[in-house]
């Protein structure tokens, strides 16, 4: 079926669905904090929940029969297809289940991934007006299919968010730590810094090497950048995006309204942009740990712009086997630090 036989039903134009805008970082490397506040452009539907699309949906495309694969598209919470259809002509909502099923059929990543924002666009939830839609917006924590993503959406932009290091670490060993414990004072211990410093390098050199390759597709921002200077941030982004600026008083007001909490500290909302989170790390590592960061990341953080020494004086390997338990986890986490070391010479 094509698009245009369910056209004139008030969702995203195809303009519109063809421009994604990837947002992609580290875990606890501000992505959400981004995303949220990409979604207060008038002109971008930034999707309520992360859809994991790439990584849940279409890694297994062939992996699974065609009844599971339905039922893992439709797991984010946001999506209420049954719900969109009842709402529409009894027509109307027939030909968009019709498309739905053929998008789904056809295991086209393209035509599979926009059916989240052509229903969203129709939700009843969805405050936003369709014709003012120029681009859509989604979110990941891994590299998953980056590149077929870009295949796939010629118009689309991916936006990398970068965290130091330090505050990356620190944030994600200490979300390893609280779900480990179950606790909210749990403490940080060396081989969870060591396993976050690992994913951060990871994550950080790919986003480099493909900015590097496609620079045209890719705008990079420092989270500590935009925490400090959040109007003129992302002002530049929606210009790199859609081309379309908005009022910074307007800008200001929006942002200053956006909620926030966090994952590791009890009881923690509140509004706005906050930039406590930028010195935060301080406070978290101990000396010996801060070492280990900067002996594991510092020659990526300083190709990222960071200021980091790749302290000499801690050897990782030395690291992981003073502090990873485990003969199996020890020899994972030095082959991963050795793949890191030749992926370097790629960035």
Do not use: N
């Given at each position: 079926?094509?698009?245009?036989?369910?056209?004139?039903?008030?969702?995203?134009?195809?303009?519109?669905?063809?421009?994604?805008?990837y947002i992609i970082g580290s875990a606890r490397g501000g992505t959400s904090v981004l995303f949220d506040a990409l979604g207060v452009h008038d002109g971008i539907l930034a999707l309520p929940g992360m859809t994991h699309f790439m990584n849940q949906v279409w890694r297994y495309r062939k992996r699974v029969h065609m009844r599971l694969l339905r039922q893992i598209f439709r797991l984010p919470g946001f999506y209420d297809e049954p719900g969109v259809v009842q709402s529409l002509e009894e027509e109307k909502g027939r030909r968009l289940s019709q498309y739905?099923?053929?998008?789904?059929?056809?295991?086209?990543?393209?035509?599979?991934?926009?059916?989240?924002?052509?229903?969203?666009?129709l939700d009843r939830r969805n405050k936003k007006n369709p014709d003012e839609i120029r681009a859509w917006a989604d979110k990941a924590n891994d590299f998953y299919g980056v590149s077929s993503v870009a295949g796939a959406f010629p118009e689309g932009k991916f936006i990398f968010v970068l965290r130091d290091p330090r505050g990356a670490v620190a944030s994600l060993a200490k979300r390893m730590a609280v779900k480990e414990a179950h606790t909210f004072q749990a403490a940080i211990d060396n081989s969870k810094v060591i396993e976050a410093a690992i994913s951060?390098?990871?994550?950080?050199?790919?986003?480099?090497?493909?900015?590097?390759?496609?620079?045209?597709?890719?705008f990079l921002i420092k989270l500590e950048d935009f925490l400090s200077n959040p109007v003129v941030s992302l002002n530049d982004i929606f210009e790199f995006t859609i081309d379309k600026k908005l009022p910074e008083d307007i800008l200001s007001r929006r942002l200053d309204a956006l909620a926030y909490g966090t994952s590791h500290q009890a009881g923690v909302l509140g509004k706005g942009i906050q930039q406590e989170p930028i010195e935060r790390?301080?406070?978290?590592?101990?000396?010996?740990?801060?070492?280990?960061?900067?002996?594991?990341?510092?020659?990526?953080?300083?190709?990222?712009?960071?200021?980091?020494?790749?302290?000499?004086a801690i050897s990782p390997i030395k690291a992981v086997l003073k502090s990873i338990p485990g003969s199996k986890r020890k020899l994972l986490n030095i082959a991963?630090?050795?793949?890191?070391?030749?992926?370097e010479t790629l960035i």
């Open positions: 079926m094509a698009w245009s036989t369910i056209e004139g039903t008030s969702t995203l134009s195809h303009q519109a669905l063809d421009h994604l805008i739905i099923d053929e998008a789904l059929d056809s295991r086209d990543l393209k035509k599979m991934w926009q059916i989240y924002p052509l229903v969203y666009g951060w390098r990871w994550m950080t050199q790919r986003i480099l090497h493909f900015q590097k390759t496609h620079p045209e597709k890719c790390w301080r406070k978290m590592l101990g000396e010996r740990q801060l070492g280990i960061v900067e002996a594991l990341t510092g020659k990526t953080a300083q190709k990222a712009g960071y200021l980091v020494e790749a302290a000499k991963k630090i050795a793949y890191l070391q030749v992926y």
